[in-house]
């Protein structure tokens, strides 16, 4: 087995987390806890990591967030101070004369920032990450380009028979789309057993686009991460031990390291389910809990995992 | 049913003894959940899991201390430190122990029978009879004088209480049974020292 790329984690100073710890880390890392304790905080903190901080990733995170370029009453203060302000622990005021930085990493070797120096010691690595409204369609061509006619491509058949067994065959298409966002974009078709007539995967159903795009970013991040916002959204529960598995067996064959949320209990049982297979020891679910300002994680591996399950233990 | 605040038991024997003291007490059923964690090893195995329940606010661990007392309240103390407990007292306390942390669920601990000398259930529920009892000091020489032991020594009291147990009103009684046959007194002062406990762990209204 390939070493991890995080065998552990610390953040320091970044949004909700003044230090957070983790002193170990799996393969398939499963986060979850309540609303607003920084699940997604954390995943950002994972991409920018990820991606040595990287400014496209680093402006993708504001955006969704709304905190870019926000208004403020000295029309002195750099725009750029004034937005990236939000990522620091407890929003202060950035300047040259206030040096505040961030770290994320391992234990042993992180990643730090400040908006004077950029990242220092960090090394980009492969990375996908899919938020709760999936890959854009540019990006799907883009993915699907970096793995066609390559033995990868046999990964989405796997996903999408994990719904439909009756899949015979997957391929992009040109959409007929004359505007809007599939516009001169070419989208996933499947083809039916028996049948002869291609269909829009997005028209068989949303698990079935939720389980390609694992497929498909799984495909493309060996030796990388990826990280994956509320996993369970769109996936029927029957569905989710079989596409647990599925990510398993990919993130180690390809030295991947997964992070995943969740708010789903059927999903925790998913995961333990897989997790309790011999071969798939290898995952962890953290749960974060807020005290006051402080966020302390709490980690079930494969033993603690099993005993939660057979003694119907809450975890989230 | 709480899932908040949770008594761990080793055995079925000590949930319905419980139920039955409780009751006896009028301490109300659904305020806290025993739970039935079929004997001390996998009690030992598990508890770390059980004090990370998601919900938990109040953790109670009841546990026979058979042979050793202080060879069980090290093990206990041992995983609790694990834990990230890190004032336990180098003691049980002898009205039951409870352990606050900030951040952490409560934790209390009973070591059977009364958390000053080692022993099991069955030596606590020789606690709750009056000591002019006669026919306890006739199972108590009926025991010392049998012909053949094929028992040990630390099941002494065990095979005394099903002596006693045998040779009630309604012989062969379960231990919650007899309580409410006044076969054990349930107001003796050992039960009153365990419902205390319980009372104060769970911050129950004390009655």
């Given at each position: 087995?390939?070493?991890?790329?995080?065998?552990?984690?610390?953040?320091?100073?970044?949004?909700?987390?003044q230090?957070?710890?983790?002193?170990?880390?799996?393969?398939?890392?499963?986060?979850?806890?309540?609303?607003?304790?920084?699940?997604?905080?954390?995943?950002?903190?994972?991409?920018?990591?990820?991606?040595?901080?990287?400014?496209?990733?680093?402006s993708?995170?504001?955006?969704?967030?709304?905190?870019?370029?926000?208004?403020?009453?000295?029309?002195?203060?750099?725009?750029?101070?004034?937005?990236?302000?939000h990522?620091?622990?407890?929003?202060?005021?950035?300047?040259?004369?206030?040096?505040?930085?961030?770290?994320?990493?391992?234990?042993?070797?992180?990643m730090?920032?400040?908006?004077?120096?950029?990242?220092?010691?960090?090394?980009?690595?492969?990375?996908?990450?899919?938020?709760?409204?999936?890959?854009?369609?540019?990006e799907?061509?883009?993915?699907?380009?970096?793995?066609?006619?390559t033995?990868?491509?046999?990964?989405?058949?796997?996903?999408l028979?994990?719904?439909?067994?009756?899949?015979?065959d997957?391929?992009?298409?040109?959409?007929?789309?004359?505007?809007?966002?599939?516009?001169?974009?070419?989208?996933?078709?499947v083809?039916?057993?028996?049948?002869?007539?291609?269909?829009?995967?997005?028209?068989?159903?949303?698990?079935?686009?939720?389980?390609?795009?694992?497929?498909?970013?799984?495909?493309?991040?060996?030796?990388?991460?990826?990280?994956?916002?509320?996993?369970?959204?769109?996936?029927?529960?029957?569905?989710?031990?079989?596409?647990?598995?599925?990510?398993?067996?990919?993130a180690?064959?390809l030295?991947?390291?997964?992070?995943a949320?969740?708010?789903?209990?059927?999903?925790?049982?998913?995961?333990?389910?897989a997790?309790?297979?011999?071969?798939f020891?290898?995952?962890?679910?953290?749960?974060?809990?807020?005290?006051?300002?402080?966020?302390?994680?709490?980690?079930?591996?494969?033993?603690?995992?099993s005993i939660?399950?057979n003694?119907?233990?809450?975890i989230? | 049913m709480?899932?908040?605040?949770?008594?761990?038991?080793?055995?079925?024997?000590?949930?319905?003894?419980?139920?039955?003291?409780l009751?006896?007490?009028?301490?109300?059923k659904?305020?806290?959940?025993?739970?039935?964690?079929?004997?001390?090893?996998?009690?030992?195995?598990?508890?770390?899991?059980?004090?990370?329940?998601?919900d938990?606010?109040?953790?109670?661990?009841?546990?026979?201390?058979?042979?050793?007392?202080?060879?069980?309240w090290?093990?206990l103390?041992d995983?609790?430190?694990?834990?990230?407990y890190?004032?336990?007292?180098?003691?049980?306390?002898?009205?039951?122990?409870i352990?606050?942390?900030?951040?952490?669920?409560?934790?209390?601990?009973?070591?059977?029978?009364?958390?000053?000398?080692?022993?099991?259930?069955?030596?606590?529920?020789?606690?709750?009879?009056?000591?002019?009892?006669?026919?306890?000091?006739?199972?108590?020489?009926?025991?010392?004088?049998?012909?053949e032991?094929?028992?040990?020594?630390?099941?002494?009291?065990?095979?005394?209480?099903?002596?006693?147990?045998?040779?009630?009103?309604?012989?062969?009684?379960?231990?919650?049974?007899?309580?409410?046959?006044?076969?054990?007194?349930?107001n003796?002062?050992?039960?009153?020292?365990?419902i205390?406990?319980?009372?104060?762990?769970?911050?129950?209204?004390?009655?």
């Open positions: 087995m390939s070493q991890l790329l995080l065998p552990s984690l610390e953040i320091k100073g970044f949004r909700g987390f230090h957070l710890r983790i002193e170990n880390l799996q393969r398939v890392n499963l986060i979850v806890g309540k609303n607003s304790v920084g699940k997604t905080s954390l995943l950002e903190a994972l991409w920018l990591y990820a991606s040595d901080w990287n400014k496209y990733v680093e993708g995170i504001l955006r969704e967030r709304n905190e870019e370029r926000q208004a403020h009453y000295d029309p002195k203060e750099l725009d750029y101070n004034n937005s990236v302000r990522l620091f622990f407890n929003r202060p005021t950035l300047s040259s004369n206030n040096p505040l930085e961030i770290s994320i990493g391992s234990v042993e070797s992180p730090t920032f400040s908006i004077d120096t950029g990242a220092r010691n960090g090394t980009p690595r492969a990375h996908i990450i899919i938020p709760v409204g999936g890959l854009s369609p540019h799907i061509e883009q993915a699907w380009d970096a793995i066609a006619l033995e990868r491509q046999d990964y989405l058949l796997e996903a028979r994990i719904i439909e067994p009756s899949i015979a997957v391929n992009m298409i040109a959409s007929q789309a004359r505007g809007g966002t599939y516009a001169g974009r070419r989208v996933p078709f083809r039916m057993n028996g049948t002869n007539i291609p269909v829009p995967l997005r028209s068989v159903g949303e698990g079935m686009m939720r389980m390609f795009v694992f497929a498909l970013a799984l495909a493309n991040a060996d030796n990388g991460f990826l990280l994956v916002d509320e996993i369970e959204s769109g996936i029927h529960y029957s569905v989710q031990p079989d596409m647990w598995q599925l990510i398993f067996r990919i180690q064959q030295n991947i390291q997964v992070f949320t969740t708010h789903s209990w059927d999903c925790i049982e998913g995961f333990q389910n997790v309790a297979k011999e071969g020891d290898d995952g962890l679910v953290v749960r974060l809990e807020k005290h006051g300002d402080e966020v302390t994680s709490t980690l079930f591996d494969a033993r603690r995992l939660a399950t003694e119907l233990i809450e989230r | 709480s899932t908040k605040n949770v008594l761990l038991v080793e055995g079925k024997n000590d949930e319905h003894l419980l139920y039955a003291l009751e006896h007490h009028a301490v109300p659904n305020s806290f959940r025993i739970k039935d964690k079929q004997g001390w090893e996998k009690l030992r195995r598990e508890l770390d899991v059980e004090i990370d329940a998601s938990l606010e109040c953790l109670g661990i009841l546990v026979d201390t058979d042979a050793s007392l202080n060879g069980r090290q093990a103390c995983i609790l430190q694990k834990c990230g890190t004032s336990i007292p180098s003691q049980p306390n002898a009205l039951g122990t352990i606050e942390q900030s951040g952490k669920p409560r934790i209390g601990v009973w070591l059977m029978p009364n958390n000053k000398k080692s022993g099991m259930l069955e030596d606590f529920l020789q606690m709750l009879i009056p000591s002019e009892n006669v026919l306890w000091a006739y199972a108590q020489r009926c025991v010392e004088e049998l012909p032991r094929l028992f040990s020594s630390t099941h002494n009291s065990k095979a005394t209480t099903y002596t006693y147990l045998a040779w009630q009103e309604q012989p062969g009684q379960l231990f919650s049974v007899a309580v409410k046959a006044n076969s054990f007194d349930a003796a002062q050992p039960a009153q020292e365990l205390s406990w319980i009372q104060r762990l769970f911050l129950l209204p004390l009655l």
